[in-house]
């Protein structure tokens, strides 16, 4: 099946996090202890990608770009509108905000090399390997952050298993037109560009910076698109 990946990446954020509503009456000293360890980790991660990047005047490009284009198109505030529409839906019955856990989760979720990848092997390959990988990382990150932020850590399993299957539906087209020397290195500056939005994600949970990090996701596709075009020539 070739939407198991992402299908079990979907299915162990929710399940994480269903167990991370039960640890919700872990004192708040403990909980901000676990939050500020888990952003550690994510800024470790967010440097190891960083690192590997081949071209960083590239990297920097898209991040100007993207964010000029995030926040023109004032994203991070729809991403949170939706959140809020959510919360009155649903009603925020467990700790934590919900529009900041679904904001941030997706975000944790879906940013980094291991969704592009297992997205692009699953697709072209046939090979959920990767994604399974990230689906046992994925389940303990949600349990972390739900004892924090609440259920909207939950449903961003949703967007999640959406934004994969989109990689592996598009990895298949996407095959016939790029040569793989020109996928590799898209693979490998998204996942630089990625990396600087995971520090984003970090420096925001340990309350070092307040920036609007949803309103860089389109450096991610600013990043894949100036790869494709400057490959051209």
Do not use: C
Request: hydrophobic content about 60%; glycine content about 10%.
């Amino acid at each position: 099946m070739i939407l198991a990946g992402a299908l079990a990446n979907g299915l162990a954020i929710i399940v994480g996090g269903a167990l991370g509503l039960i640890f919700t009456f872990i004192p708040e000293h403990i909980k901000d202890s676990i939050m500020k360890i888990q952003a550690l980790i994510i800024m470790a991660l967010g440097i190891q990608m960083v690192v590997t990047a081949e071209d960083i005047i590239v990297t920097l490009l898209s991040l100007i770009i993207g964010v000029v284009i995030g926040e023109l198109i004032k994203l991070e505030a729809q991403l949170n509108r939706f959140g809020h529409w959510m919360e009155y839906k649903l009603g925020d019955k467990h700790a934590g905000n919900l529009s900041q856990g679904f904001v941030s989760g997706t975000l944790v979720f879906i940013v980094g090399a291991m969704a592009i990848v297992g997205g692009l092997d699953a697709g072209l390959r046939g090979s959920n390997a990767v994604l399974y990988t990230k689906a046992i990382m994925d389940f303990f990150i949600a349990v972390v952050m739900t004892t924090a932020y609440g259920l909207g850590v939950i449903i961003s399993g949703i967007p999640t298993f959406i934004y994969i299957a989109l990689i592996i539906f598009s990895a298949q087209g996407i095959a016939m037109v790029i040569p793989d020397p020109i996928l590799n290195d898209m693979i490998s500056q998204v996942s630089a560009t990625g990396g600087v939005i995971l520090l984003a994600i970090a420096m925001n949970m340990l309350n070092i910076t307040k920036m609007r990090v949803g309103n860089m996701i389109p450096a991610i596709f600013a990043a894949m698109i100036m790869v494709y075009v400057m490959n051209l020539f």
